[in-house]
């Protein structure tokens, strides 16, 4: 039986010496990249992202060109599209907030359960008084225990009692409308 050795394949050996070289400037390039992004933890992910590049199109560095230079140019594009993705990301976000505060507070109150108004008049005047003004009115819990002349901590759980009293009216009041949140009611009905 004869066998035969396979000649190495010379892409592979000069694939890890480019890799080489650039490790041996890995210090350099994250500096590089930590002066231009805002954290640490971005550098190294443009970095290895850079690297992931470096191998996929490695063939395509000029023999006369050296490879330091070429990849400082793999990290300015890398940079690019960082910034790029950022800013998309940034016009996306500043988008969805400039519907969000109105056009879904509308909707919302469009489809809100029409029992509630009823439920928390059924209860009683301290819980009421908690849910109306926190919940209801956009109070802080602070400013709502300063005005009752209590704590933080008692207007807290005042709040929480209130908010179990009301689901637990609800429940009985609007029956499986309340187990979906009471959004998008089904039962119009007032108590």
Known sequence: MTVHASAPDPSVSSDNALLAELLAH??????????????????????????????????????????????YRVLRNALTDHYRR???????????????????????????CTCIAGVVQALSPSYRSALEQIDLGGQSITDFAKA?????????????????????K??????????????DCSCKRHV
């Open 26 to 71: 890995r210090a350099q390039f994250l500096a590089f990249l930590a002066a231009r992004v805002a954290d640490s933890a971005t550098a190294e992910d443009i970095l290895q992202t850079a690297y992931t590049r470096m191998l996929e199109k490695g063939g395509q560095i000029n023999k006369s060109e050296s490879v330091v230079a070429w990849f």
């Open 86 to 112: 950022e800013s998309a990301r940034g016009r996306a976000h500043d988008g969805l907030m400039a519907e969000t505060p109105e056009s879904y507070e509308t909707e919302l109150q469009a489809n809100l």
């Open 148 to 168: 009752e002349g209590t704590t933080a901590n008692n207007a807290s759980v005042r709040l929480h009692r209130a908010r179990r009293a009301a689901a637990k």
């Open 170 to 183: 609800l429940i009985q009041v609007c029956g499986s409308c309340a187990d979906h949140k009471c959004l």
